[in-house]
């Protein structure tokens, strides 16, 4: 079982960036296959990025490529997402979300596909 913690999020103007971090516990951390998540008010969760568990394969809300960058930190035990050039549209709460997977390229895309979340963190882009 591994529990995730994000942070990093906050107020932020448009064409502003920030980096968001999830740390993990346990010493399995490589063994998830990962993924960030976002809600805003009155919306389905919607996925944004995700990475496979060697950090191998990346996959993006075509909203968001060329503006976001997720990546891992096995040794660590930490997932980022560096977001850049945020637009207001990017408000939510971003959550990251882990998979235990036995196939070190893969990436999941669809909330059902992961077992575990974080409690989320606060992004807020004014215009």
């Known amino acids: 079982q591994v529990q995730l913690v994000e942070s990093g999020g906050g107020l932020v103007q448009a064409g502003g960036s920030l980096r968001l971090s999830c740390a993990a516990s346990g010493r399995t951390f490589s063994s998830y296959a990962l993924g960030w998540f976002r809600q805003a008010p009155g919306k389905e969760r919607e996925f944004v990025a995700a990475i496979s568990k060697i950090g191998g394969t990346t996959f993006y809300k075509d909203s968001v490529k060329g503006r976001f960058t997720i990546s891992r930190d096995n040794a660590k035990n930490t997932l980022y997402l560096q977001m850049n050039s945020l637009k207001p549209e990017d408000t939510a709460v971003y959550y990251c979300?882990?998979?235990?997977?036995?196939?070190?390229?893969?990436?999941?895309?669809?909330?059902?596909?992961?077992?575990?979340w974080g409690q989320g963190t606060q992004v807020t882009v004014s215009s």
């Open positions: 979300a882990a998979r235990r997977d036995g196939v070190s390229t893969r990436v999941y895309t669809r909330t059902s596909q992961y077992d575990y």
